[in-house]
C-alpha cells in the first residue's frame, strides 16, 4: 500500500457543518487497516476534540494549534512542542490592544477569552456555535494579566477582527515581526511561533513513526492546512476547500457535507484504488 500515515483537518474536513463526525466517517475510519497511521491535524486545543473520537481508536497522534504540539493520545504524552515564549506572547497581546479585536488565547490545553468576548461577536466574523465556543473556552477577567502571572508559553492566539483594514495591518505587523501567521476562515488570524505548523508537526510525526514522506498524504480545506498539503506526498483537498488549497491538491474529494474524508479513505486506502493524478 502506497499511504502509511493520513493527516486529517477537523473543521471543514472530518467534521460536517454541524461540527459532528457522521456515524459512516466514524465506520470507514475504523476500517482503516492497521499498518496505516491516521492522525488528527487541527488548529485546535487539546480540550477541544470531538466527542466522537472515542468511538475511533485507531487515531493514536494528534496534531493541535496548527502544529504547535504533537500528542500520543494513548498516552496522553506531549512528543513536540513549539510555543511561543512568554515573552513573545505577552509583547503580541499589548500590540493587538491597537485593533478593535476578539482575542483567544491558546495556552495549557485551553482557550482563555475575556467576558466581552461574546458580545456582538457575528460582527467580528465569529462562528454560530455559540454553544460550542461558551462549553470550550475559559473566561478570564483579564487574560493579560492573567498570562503575566502565569508565565508560561502559548500555543496559539485566535483573532476576530471588526475591521479588514485592522485584519490586514495586524497580519503584516506580525509577519514582519517573524511569526507564523495563518488563517482557518474568512474573517481571522492565527498567531504561532515561526517553528509550528501543521507540516513541520506532521514531518516531526512521520520521522518519530519511522514513515517516510512519500508515503504521507494530508487532507485539508483551509489556509492553515497549506504546510501540511505542502509536505504530504498526496495532498488532497476538499470539495468545500478554498482555492488555494485545491490548488497543491492532486486529488479532490466530496465536501465535508458528503463525507467527503470517508470517501477519499474508502477510495485510496482500503480500496487501494490508485487514481492517476494521486498516484505518480
Not at 504561532?192 to 505548523?197: F, V
Request: charged residues 20%; hydrophobic residues 40%; aromatic residues 8%.
Amino acid at each position: 500500500m502506497d499511504i502509511r500515515l493520513i493527516a486529517i483537518d477537523l473543521d471543514g474536513t472530518l467534521l460536517n457543518s454541524e461540527l459532528q463526525i457522521t456515524h459512516h466517517t466514524i465506520d470507514v475510519l475504523n476500517r482503516v487497516p492497521s499498518n496505516v497511521e491516521v492522525v488528527i491535524c487541527t488548529g485546535r486545543t487539546i480540550a477541544e476534540l470531538p466527542e466522537e473520537l472515542q468511538y475511533i481508536p485507531n487515531i493514536r497522534y494528534i496534531i493541535t494549534s496548527n502544529g504547535a504540539a504533537v500528542w500520543n493520545r494513548q498516552t496522553k504524552e506531549k512528543l513536540s512542542e513549539c510555543a511561543l515564549t512568554s515573552t513573545e506572547a505577552i509583547t503580541l497581546m499589548k500590540g493587538f490592544q491597537q485593533f478593535d479585536v476578539r482575542m483567544e488565547v491558546f495556552m495549557l490545553g485551553r482557550i482563555l477569552v475575556e467576558p466581552y468576548y461574546y458580545e456582538h461577536f457575528e460582527a467580528y466574523g465569529g462562528s454560530q456555535h455559540t454553544d460550542f465556543l461558551k462549553k470550550t473556552r475559559t473566561p478570564k477577567e483579564n487574560v493579560l494579566q492573567y498570562v503575566e502571572e502565569l508565565c508560561e508559553p502559548v500555543e496559539k492566539f485566535n483573532l476576530f477582527f471588526k475591521h479588514e483594514h485592522e485584519r490586514y495591518t495586524a497580519i503584516q505587523q506580525c509577519i514582519e515581526a517573524g511569526y507564523q501567521v495563518t488563517t482557518s476562515f474568512a474573517h481571522n488570524v492565527e498567531v504561532n511561533a515561526m517553528c509550528a505548523s501543521k507540516g513541520r508537526a506532521l514531518q516531526t510525526l512521520a520521522e518519530i513513526l519511522g514513515i517516510h514522506q512519500q508515503y504521507v498524504a494530508a487532507i485539508g480545506d483551509q489556509i492553515n492546512d497549506l504546510s501540511m498539503l505542502d509536505y504530504a506526498n498526496y495532498p488532497i483537498a476538499m470539495g468545500n476547500a478554498v482555492d488555494e488549497v485545491k490548488r497543491v491538491a492532486v486529488v479532490e474529494t466530496l465536501t465535508n457535507r458528503e463525507d467527503g474524508v470517508a470517501a477519499a479513505i474508502e477510495q485510496y486506502i482500503i480500496k487501494g484504488e490508485k487514481n492517476e493524478h494521486l498516484f505518480f
